[in-house]
């Protein structure tokens, strides 16, 4: 049997097993494997936060999907509110004016996060989480609630003098300021008032806040305010992942460089003679 090439192998394993030894006593040798172990940590983290997240997004998804909270686009592809795009332009208003909110608007791509798109009416993003949250916001400040008074809450009032004595309302509702209050139906405008901007001890306006910002108001605002915040946190972890990621790549390009220069290094051989050059006296060590 011929063994001249299995000698081969085995020689050439015991010289690359040597030159790696050597490398690790270099301390340039021993940091270069330390950044390729680092990146194998980066690239398992990446792994890990980007899987968790598109779980997350997932889960958005079909929770949305499940209670059918879904955004209303026109056949080219605007968005509408109750059938008209000047409705979706006022509450986009109120979401960018006057919340100041920075709306993205496309369906997203590798690089740039997804916002209100047309392609996918479903809730999950954090912009079309706040587009809802601002268009049940914006139905409740431009409403009207209807108030009913009964003869026992006129005589109440009275006694309580929220009503003159002769039943005169002069309360902050400047529709019926001056009238003399009887039992019935008061319609009273939100005005673009927010809970806290009621009169709650006025006998109309009181009412009206309980009306209009009902606990199922407050209930949508707050689960809607909680997808907001899901979305943006998701986006982060997918930020995350994605600098991990980069730190791996980062690192073990510098493992494999350093690890490189390190063995090139080892190579180096001095040559078997002196060139004769060398060897020759120049005129400032010649002897006399």
Same mark, same amino acid.
């Given at each position: 049997?011929?063994?001249?090439?299995?000698?081969?192998?085995?020689?050439?394993?015991?010289?690359?097993?040597?030159?790696?030894?050597?490398?690790?006593?270099?301390?340039?040798?021993?940091?270069?494997?330390?950044?390729?172990?680092?990146?194998?940590?980066?690239?398992?983290?990446?792994?890990?936060?980007?899987?968790?997240?598109?779980?997350?997004?997932?889960?958005?998804?079909?929770?949305?999907?499940?209670?059918?909270?879904?955004?209303?686009?026109?056949?080219?592809?605007?968005?509408?509110?109750?059938?008209?795009?000047?409705?979706?332009?006022?509450?986009?208003?109120?979401?960018?004016?006057?919340?100041?909110?920075?709306?993205?608007?496309?369906?997203?791509?590798?690089?740039?996060?997804?916002?209100?798109?047309?392609?996918?009416?479903?809730?999950?993003?954090?912009?079309?989480?706040?587009?809802?949250?601002?268009?049940?916001?914006?139905?409740?400040?431009?409403?009207?609630?209807?108030?009913?008074?009964?003869?026992?809450?006129?005589?109440?009032?009275?006694?309580?003098?929220?009503?003159?004595?002769?039943?005169?309302?002069? *309360?902050? $509702? #400047? %529709?019926?300021?001056? +009238?003399?209050?009887?039992?019935? /139906?008061?319609?009273?405008?939100?005005? &673009?008032?927010?809970?806290?901007?009621?009169?709650?001890?006025?006998?109309?306006?009181?009412?009206?806040?309980?009306?209009?910002?009902?606990?199922?108001?407050?209930?949508?605002?707050?689960?809607?305010?909680? *997808?907001? $915040? #899901? %979305?943006?946190?998701? +986006?982060?972890?997918?930020?995350? /992942?994605?600098?991990?990621?980069?730190? &791996?790549?980062?690192?073990?390009?510098?493992?494999?460089?350093?690890?490189?220069?390190?063995?090139?290094?080892?190579?180096?051989?001095?040559?078997?003679?002196?060139?004769?050059?060398?060897?020759?006296?120049?005129?400032?060590?010649?002897?006399?």
């Amino acid at each position: 049997m011929d063994f001249t090439n299995d000698t081969n192998r085995t020689g050439n394993g015991l010289k690359e097993g040597v030159a790696m030894m050597s490398t690790l006593r270099k301390p340039f040798g021993l940091l270069g494997v330390f950044l390729i172990i680092c990146s194998i940590g980066y690239f398992v983290g990446a792994g890990v936060a980007y899987s968790k997240t598109q779980g997350g997004y997932g889960s958005l998804e079909a929770f949305s999907a499940e209670q059918a909270v879904e955004l209303s686009f026109n056949e080219d592809g605007q968005l509408v509110d109750r059938g008209t795009t000047e409705g979706a332009d006022a509450i986009m208003s109120l979401l960018t004016d006057d919340w100041n909110f920075p709306v993205i608007e496309g369906c997203g791509s590798l690089i740039t996060p997804a916002g209100i798109c047309a392609d996918d009416p479903v809730v999950n993003t954090q912009s079309e989480y706040m587009y809802q949250m601002a268009t049940i916001s914006f139905h409740t400040l431009h409403g009207t609630q209807v108030v009913v008074l009964s003869a026992d809450d006129i005589a109440a009032a009275i006694e309580s003098e929220k009503l003159d004595a002769d039943g005169t309302y002069n *309360g902050v $509702v #400047t %529709a019926y300021q001056g +009238q003399v209050l009887t039992p019935g /139906a008061y319609d009273v405008p939100v005005d &673009g008032r927010y809970w806290t901007g009621f009169n709650r001890t006025d006998l109309l306006d009181g009412p009206a806040r309980e009306q209009a910002w009902s606990g199922t108001a407050h209930a949508l605002v707050a689960e809607l305010g909680v *997808g907001a $915040v #899901t %979305a943006s946190a998701l +986006q982060l972890a997918l930020g995350i /992942a994605a600098l991990l990621a980069g730190l &791996g790549v980062i690192s073990l390009v510098m493992g494999v460089v350093f690890i490189w220069d390190t063995r090139r290094k080892d190579k180096f051989t001095a040559p078997d003679t002196i060139p004769e050059s060398m060897l020759k006296d120049s005129p400032e060590t010649a002897t006399v």
